[in-house]
């Protein structure tokens, strides 16, 4: 199948692509994710992801970065009180789907995949729906694949490769949700360290004092000895006279 693979970066389409080729697919990666914040980020991935796509002969076509429509749908529901993340990550997957379903229906591939579900961390089911219901919409196939399973070897090939791996989702709410976990890891450790360091010290506190206390116990039983020692010597001294 001529198949338009939705990349979210590099690292994650590595065993995508990889898998899809294997299975006959004829593959072209889309960049579409107005998600990413800040556009720097975008870029970062975009090279990164270009950079290997290019040494593996694969072509990618690069879709519009528009991060006012990411906030006008995505952003919109992550406003919404009533919302969760699920929710917000349904409206971003659902913006970013459609592009490509979009592209695919305007350039002739025959269906769409996606390397979103590379990840352990975001919504395996939704993403199904949602390249289903865009596939739909347009007119073309969808390619559903869970590639969870591979996520460790697309870490391991990713690092061996040298590749920039990002350390939050793509939007600003996930990029300022890592942060802040990182400072509460960050925390917990320096908390975990504080309380290590005192229970170290009432260790420490409580061996002193053994010390301190066998000390005394051997000092009163060596007076003791002596003031013995001096009754008995003057007993004797008393007999002798
Ligand atoms: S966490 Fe990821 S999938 Fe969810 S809204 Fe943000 S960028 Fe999109």
């Given at each position: ?27 072209t ?26 040494e ?9 970065y528009?991060?006012?429509?990411w906030?006008?749908r ?20 659902r913006l ?7 592209c ?25 729906e ?9 007119g ?7 590639f ?9 090939r ?71 020692r ?12």
């Amino acid at each position: 199948m001529k198949l338009l693979l939705h990349a979210c970066c590099g690292p994650c389409s590595l065993e995508p692509a990889r898998l899809l080729a294997q299975a006959g697919h004829d593959i072209t990666i889309a960049y579409m994710n107005s998600n990413i914040h800040p556009v720097s980020e975008y870029a970062r991935r975009l090279a990164t992801l270009r950079a290997w796509a290019e040494e593996a002969g694969i072509p990618v076509i690069e879709g519009a970065y528009d991060a006012r429509e990411w906030e006008d749908r995505a952003g919109a529901v992550a406003a919404d009180p009533q919302a969760d993340r699920r929710d917000r990550c349904r409206a971003c997957y659902r913006l970013r789907l459609e592009e490509a379903a979009r592209c695919a229906a305007g350039h002739g591939f025959d269906g769409i995949s996606t390397t979103l579900t590379v990840s352990p961390y975001q919504y395996t089911e939704v993403i199904q729906e949602e390249l289903v219901r865009a596939s739909r919409a347009y007119g073309v196939d969808s390619v559903f694949e869970d590639f969870r399973p591979f996520y460790d070897e697309a870490t391991r090939r990713s690092r061996a490769l040298g590749m920039y791996r990002q350390n939050y989702c793509g939007c600003r709410i996930s990029q300022a949700e890592a942060e802040a976990e990182r400072r509460e890891r960050k925390a917990a450790r320096a908390a975990e360290r504080e309380a290590k360091r005192e229970a170290h010290a009432e260790e420490r506190a409580a061996t002193e004092a053994e010390r301190a206390e066998k000390k005394r116990a051997r000092q009163a039983y060596a007076e003791q000895q002596e003031r013995k020692r001096r009754i008995l010597k003057e007993l004797r001294k008393k007999r002798d006279d």
